[in-house]
């Protein structure tokens, strides 16, 4: 085995990582849930003793299709993410499912309840769920959220879906950071919330209109459907991909199936149209670019903190702006 | 008058801003509303030029009083604005507003048609009304919402409200720039609605019910009142500022008034308790960290892209992961 090298944050030295981190690397890629679990927490902080083993266990990912699930509250993708895990599951595949909730530090996690509705699932061991707030996080929320895909990827999972409500820049590039994109759109809900779907529409490699059971649907499906005719949707117009447009019923299953299809003819898609190392490409530089900026504000905090302050002083005065207090900051701080 | 002198963002040299730009920020500065679109639509850019301009407006700023104002999809939220927009014009005030909409690419800009809704404020020359794309921003969101604020405040604008569906990280960064918050809440929503809204509960200066009309609102207001009581709620413990709880319904303009009262109330608590220059700093450090990363990444964009490349490439194959990456790239743009 090649020794794992990662190069420190700080000091920029090459360092190994250590006995403990290795031996919980080792216990993640068997696939140990405990581990797991743990790692996922190392993921989730921002420590920068966590970026060495994160490093590590990037290098064993790559194996899983990342599906990124949206839709605006309402439209039912809880319900439609558990189908889906039990559709993959029924194909034999292992599924590890990433819910950003959106929380509150004073309820201290998760409030949508996404646990107990997935509690059907929770007794097998090829499924995991685990769901991140959204805040606290602190501008990381992207990074982090893409380490626990990382960590799900690495522990072997042959599908990770990453479930969020597709609303907010920081949630809609996570979205964009998946494989395939399915945005869930439901029947009869108010114009406020179909607004708020807008913004993601056109990032979906397939459409999904849940909730079908209902007589509103049939006019959801037809404005989607003229939407996609006129071309105005559609993720990359270049490709050869024909959005599908599929109407599910999650209550009753229906639709599921045909849903995994679609993900699965999309996923060889990419691979056969040579779409997936393009799009595996802008995920990586969207990430390295985030982090670029964590270490950035990482390093002005902890070093320049003294600097910061006396700027803070002069633009509080106003006899400087802010733009003009970074430039500064940034040239103190060797930049 | 004192010369306007701002740092350049790449050589770190001083330079004073052009003529055309001064002229410009004159016709800001004296409240004209085509120099005042110009100068935001600057403000929305990314543009380096953008800069000195920007940094030469800011120190024109500080008068107004911002508010933030956030509610989840269907709380009636701009109805509210609009209501609150005119109510400050009884009193006598100019008021601005920017409403972050979440849009789309495809419709070329604001589909939730606040620009319509707001019809009858707009001959009104007390008042301007300004529509922000959510979308296309790139991780700038937050610095051009406030951009596009400081033009408002610089032109004279008593009072500048921020609207937004307060979903999203960056929209919350936002919500939290504002001198007083108020969080609406409307009864009769769905679960995922009111667990959406949570994540902004806390950060509430002022809550409003809206839509009381309505019999379900009773509840609301109950459940409101009892987790102020309980202390959950409420921005700052250690403040004496008393979180108000308000009652409206927009559509009869029941609790405007009070809603106007509530904020100047906030106003004057703010300053007296001389908790306004400590909410101001932490926004001034916020937007000094968040200008800091947009210019790194800038930097790193435009510098040193053949690097990037090179790392994307070993990223890619694996043999790197994003973080390192991120590290080198770093080190070899100095930093």
């Known amino acids: ?160 879906v990453i479930e969020t409500v597709g609303v907010g820049q920081d949630e809609v590039d996570i979205v964009q950071a998946a494989h395939s994109v399915v945005v869930v759109s439901a029947p009869g809900l108010g114009d406020e919330i179909q607004a708020i779907k807008a913004g993601v529409l056109e990032i979906a490699d397939i459409h999904v209109v849940s909730k079908c059971d209902r007589p509103e649907a049939s006019e959801t499906i ?32 229906d639709g599921i199936e045909t849903l995994v299809t679609s993900i699965d003819a999309h996923r060889v898609h990419l691979r056969e149209s040579g779409e997936l190392a393009g799009r595996y490409r802008r995920i990586l530089e969207m990430r390295i670019l985030k982090a670029a900026e964590d270490i950035v504000r990482d390093r002005l905090l902890r070093r320049n903190r003294g600097l910061l302050d006396r700027l803070l002083d002069d633009t509080q005065a106003r006899t400087l702006d802010p733009y003009t207090a970074a430039t500064r900051l940034l040239q103190a701080a060797g930049g």
Chains 1, 2 share one sequence.
């Open 222 to 253: 037809a404005t989607l459907r003229a939407m996609l005719r006129l071309g105005s949707l559609g993720r990359d117009t270049a490709s050869v991909w024909e959005t599908p447009l599929i109407a599910t019923s999650a209550q009753k299953r």
């Open 1 to 160: 085995m090649v020794a794992v090298m990662a190069v420190d944050g700080v000091a920029g030295a090459a360092t190994a990582i250590d006995a403990a981190s290795q031996a919980l690397l080792d216990e993640v890629l068997a696939g140990r849930r405990k581990a797991i679990a743990r790692m996922m927490s190392i993921a989730e902080s921002s420590a920068a003793e966590a970026k060495p083993v994160m490093a590590a266990l990037h290098r064993h990912t790559g194996r899983a299709h990342i599906v990124g699930l949206t839709g605006v509250p309402g439209s039912g993708k809880s319900t439609m993410v558990r189908a889906l895990a039990q559709r993959f599951r029924a194909t034999g595949r292992t599924v590890g499912v990433v819910a950003i909730d959106p929380s509150s530090p004073f309820t201290g996690g998760a409030i949508l309840g996404d646990r107990i509705r997935m509690l059907d699932l929770s007794g097998d061991p090829g499924v995991f769920i685990r769901s991140m707030a959204t805040r606290g996080a602190l501008g990381g929320l992207s990074r982090s959220t893409l380490d626990v895909v990382d960590v799900l990827d690495a522990a072997g999972f042959d599908v990770v």
